[in-house]
């Protein structure tokens, strides 16, 4: 092989800023050129939403997607506006560096950011990756107004006339065809990931309508004052009926771990294991320290109470762990200051402080409910006790 074939230096590297780069990859940004990534194209705007309300309003706040019957997507909300530099606004990214610098727009961190990207580049991405889009900031008492087109502003950003009611931001974008075809945006998709958000954080309101059916529009908007004991309900609506009506829950604060930690759970009579758990409002497949103290917990909490009431004598062993998790539905959320995720697709949790803090606190409040409950937690018990009976019968009888 000649020198010149081989020879690669500085001159052979191809250098790309957004939005040209994001274009070029799109793939890599949003993950597909389909569903996926229409999907991920929404993500980005409603993720910054949803943070500007959690950081500014104590929770409360709502956002609204549209679906246009144009192809279009339109994300408002009713924050604080984001900072217009033409204003001379300086708390924070202004609007042209939101939605074009990859550099700027990163991800805050902290228990109270919930992130719906995979990079933290946000809404500079959806802007890349359509072929219009039109910004709306109402702020101060002024409504301003920005247009891009693929990633580039086409116009500065003007200030509108007419009235201004309230503040917020709305995006209204639409998806580039030449990039992603003709891919929809799934309605039942965004509205599971958008009900999941509003369960976990308690007092956010999100709604979606979807203007593209000829037959009319539809719409669901997602609210939940219960939190994660509202979240088993809906987990458990299509269930068979649980062993004790009682959801059993709690959320506090744990200074060692740095973060708060929110549990709720419930046994129900089918055999079906549902156990969902998130860390900073991002789901967790794979589970990790917080799913392990939960598990920990519990397992501490009945086994203790069944000694303790002699439903377990002094030789016999410990409740298993596939007893207890039959028919057990939870939801184990924590939101901590500095979270420590395993691998690159954040589907695991770190940090040994959180399995201790998190096991702890189960074994705590699942003890004190069951010796509260005497009655309900002989149902609860006394079942996994006699499964567990049965299950050792059937071992020593050769599984006859």
Known sequence: MSERAIRYDASDIEALEAPEGIRKRAGMYVGSTGERGLHQLVFEVVGRSVNEILANGAGTGSVDVTLTADGGVRVADDGPGVPVEAAGDTDGPGLEVLLTDTHTWTESGGRHHVSLSPFGLGPCVTNALSSSLTAEVRREGVRWVQEYARGVAVTPPTTAAGPVTGS?????????????????????????????????????????????????????????????????????????????????????????????VEVALRWCGSGEERVLSFANSRPTPHGGTHTAGFYDGVAAALNAYARRRRFLTAAAPDLGADRIAEGLTAVVSVKLDRPEFLGPTHGVLGGTAVRTCVGESVREHLGRWLEEHPARAEAVVGRMVGASRRDRKLQTNGGA
């Open 168 to 260: 917020g931001t709305t995006i209204a974008f639409r998806p580039d065809a030449d990039i992603f075809g003709t891919a929809e945006c799934s309605f039942a998709a965004l509205a599971e990931c958008f009900r999941q958000l509003a369960f976990l954080n308690r007092g956010l309101a999100l709604s979606l309508t979807d203007e593209r059916r000829p037959a009319g529009s539809r719409s669901m908007r997602f609210q939940f004052p219960g939190g994660a004991r509202d979240f088993v309900t809906f987990l458990d609506a299509q269930t068979e009926a649980p062993v004790d009506p009682d959801i059993i829950g709690f959320e506090r604060e744990e200074t060692e771990m740095e973060g708060t």
